[in-house]
């Protein structure tokens, strides 16, 4: 991954916007583990999980970063 390239979220069929779980840490400067760990505990806000894979809502997250 280019380490200066910004993390783009993926975009579903509907137009909203996602982020895997890699964007997220990238974004909240944190490694895997601890996103993983905060959505267990439900501190993320937006996160659907499907099958194996989370997909967590762009918006949701930015306005809990906002309202934080």
Known sequence: MD?????R??????GARV???DELAEVLRLDRK???DAIRRGD???V?????VYRISTAA????LGAG
Request: hydrophobic residues 40%.
């Open 44 to 46: 993320i806000p937006g």
């Open 19 to 21: 982020f895997t779980v």
């Open 48 to 52: 659907r999980r499907i099958g194996k």
């Open 9 to 14: 979220p993926l975009e579903e069929s509907n």
């Open 61 to 64: 997250v930015l306005h809990w």
């Open 3 to 7: 380490t200066n390239a910004k993390p």
């Open 34 to 36: 601890a996103v993983y």
